[in-house]
Nanobody
Framework: VQLQASGGGLVQAGGSLKLSCATDGLKFDHDSVGWFRQAPGKEREFVAAIGWNMNGENTDSAIGRFTISRDNAKRVVDLQMRSLKPEDTAVYYC???????????????????WGQGTLVTVSS
C-alpha cells in the first residue's frame, strides 16, 4: 500500500491550497482516508477524514475552512484548504484505515497506512 501526498507549498494568510492523496494498493471503496498534520515542536494531530460513504469529518479548527473529498474512480482523496492561517503551517500527512470504513479510527489517531508528508507554510 502506498499513499502519496502532494500539493503543499507556501501561501499567504487567507489563501488556499489543495492537497491530494493518491493511493495504490487499497481496496479504497470500503476504506476511510484522512489527513493529519504536525507542526514544528508539536504532536501530530487529526485534520480531516472521509469514510466509504462519503461522510467527512473535520477537526474543530478546520470546520468551515477545509473540505475533504474522495474520488473512488481515481482512488484519490483531496483536502481543499481555504482561509489559511499561519497556525495551519505544518507537514500534512495522509493516512488510511482499512478496518472500519468510517472516520472513527482516524478521528482518534488510529491509521494503518501512512504516506509521506507534504509541507504547508502559511505566511502572515
Amino acid at each position: 500500500v502506498q499513499l502519496q501526498a502532494s500539493g503543499g507549498g507556501l501561501v499567504q494568510a487567507g489563501g488556499s491550497l489543495k492537497l491530494s492523496c493518491a493511493t495504490d494498493g487499497l481496496k479504497f471503496d470500503h476504506d476511510s482516508v484522512g489527513w493529519f498534520r504536525q507542526a514544528p515542536g508539536k504532536e501530530r494531530e487529526f485534520v480531516a477524514a472521509i469514510g466509504w460513504n462519503m461522510n467527512g469529518e473535520n477537526t474543530d479548527s478546520a470546520i468551515g475552512r477545509f473540505t475533504i473529498s474522495r474520488d473512488n474512480a481515481k482512488r484519490v482523496v483531496d483536502l481543499q484548504m481555504r482561509s489559511l492561517k499561519p497556525e495551519d503551517t505544518a507537514v500534512y500527512y495522509c493516512a488510511a484505515d482499512t478496518t472500519s470504513g468510517t472516520t472513527y479510527n482516524l478521528r482518534n489517531g488510529l491509521a494503518y497506512f501512512w504516506g509521506q508528508g507534504t509541507l504547508v507554510t502559511v505566511s502572515s
